[in-house]
C-alpha cells in the first residue's frame, strides 16, 4: 500500500484532511500511513512571511516537508486548488518520491490563464470558458460552494474556520501551467457530483487535462473530504493498493 500525502487548497490548511485521515486509519487498519502537508502561509504554517515566494519556492518546500518526513513513493492527493501545485511537484521531486496523484475536485487552468482567470470574476454561466460563480452576496457565495451538503451547524462551523490560512500570492498569478509530463504518471480523479465550487462538468474537463484517466464519483459537494470522509476514504484506499 502506498503511503497518502495529502495537499489542502485554497483558503484551508491541512487540518482539512483530518476526517478523511481518520477514515483512511479506521478503514486500514492503522496500515496506511498518511501526512498532510500545509502550504507556506496555511495550518501549522500560518503567520509565516510569503510576500516573496515564487511558486516554484512553494513547491520547493512542499517537496522537501515530504522528504523530511521519511516517506517515498507516496500517493499524493490534491483538493481544489492543489491541483495547480501538485503538477508542479511531481515534475520537480526526486525520482521515487511520487508513485501517483490523487486528485479531489481539482481545478486545472490553461496554460497562460491564472487561477483567477480560469475562474473567471462574473456569474456562472457568464462564459463558456470560466467556471463562474454563483450569484448571491460573497457570503452567500461561499455558503453554497462549500457547505452546500452540510448541516447549519456544520456549515457554520467549517465557514468560521475559513479566513485564516492564505496561499502565497504567487499562488494566484503563475500562469505556466504543464501538464505533458503527468501522462507517465498514474493519476486518478474524484469527482464531487454536488460541488457548486467546480461543477461536475469541470470537474471531467479538469481531469481529462490532467491526464487522470481514472475517474471516481462521490455524491458530495467541494469538501467532500468533511462531508464523505469514508466514501473518499474508500476510493483513496483502493487506488493505494492498486
Not at 480560469?118 to 460573497?138: A, K, L, N
Not at 456544520?154 to 504567487?170: I, R, Y
Not at 481514472?214 to 470522509?229: C, E, F, K, S, Y
Request: with cysteine.
Amino acid at each position: 500500500m502506498r503511503d497518502m500525502v495529502f495537499l489542502h487548497g485554497g483558503g484551508q490548511g491541512g487540518w482539512v484532511w483530518e476526517e478523511t485521515i481518520a477514515a483512511v486509519g479506521r478503514q486500514s487498519g492503522g496500515a496506511a500511513r498518511c501526512l498532510a502537508l500545509d502550504a507556506p502561509g496555511c495550518g501549522a504554517k500560518r503567520g509565516v512571511d510569503t510576500a516573496a515566494y515564487a511558486f516554484a519556492d512553494t513547491t520547493r518546500e512542499l517537496i522537501g516537508d515530504i522528504l523530511a518526513s521519511g516517506l517515498r513513493e507516496v500517493m499524493l492527493v490534491g483538493h481544489s486548488q492543489a491541483g495547480m501545485t501538485i503538477p508542479h511537484m511531481a515534475e520537480l521531486a526526486p525520482g521515487g518520491l511520487i508513485g501517483k496523484l490523487a486528485y479531489v475536485t481539482c481545478s486545472a487552468p490553461l496554460p497562460g490563464l491564472t487561477t483567477l482567470d480560469q475562474m473567471g470574476r462574473g456569474p456562472r454561466g457568464s462564459s463558456v470558458e470560466e467556471v463562474g460563480y454563483p450569484s448571491g452576496s460573497e457570503a452567500e457565495r461561499y455558503a453554497t460552494m462549500f457547505c452546500n451538503d452540510m448541516e447549519e451547524g456544520e456549515a457554520a462551523a467549517f465557514l468560521g474556520k475559513l479566513g485564516h490560512d492564505g496561499w502565497p500570492a504567487s499562488a494566484y498569478t503563475y500562469s505556466e501551467w504543464r501538464y505533458d509530463h503527468l501522462r507517465a504518471i498514474p493519476a486518478c480523479y474524484v469527482v464531487a457530483l454536488r460541488d457548486m465550487a467546480l461543477p461536475a462538468s469541470w470537474q471531467e474537463r479538469f481531469a481529462d487535462r490532467l491526464h487522470a484517466r481514472r475517474l471516481h464519483r462521490i455524491d458530495a459537494g467541494h469538501q467532500v473530504m468533511n462531508t464523505r470522509p469514508e466514501a473518499l476514504a474508500e476510493v483513496l484506499l483502493a487506488e493505494a493498493r492498486s
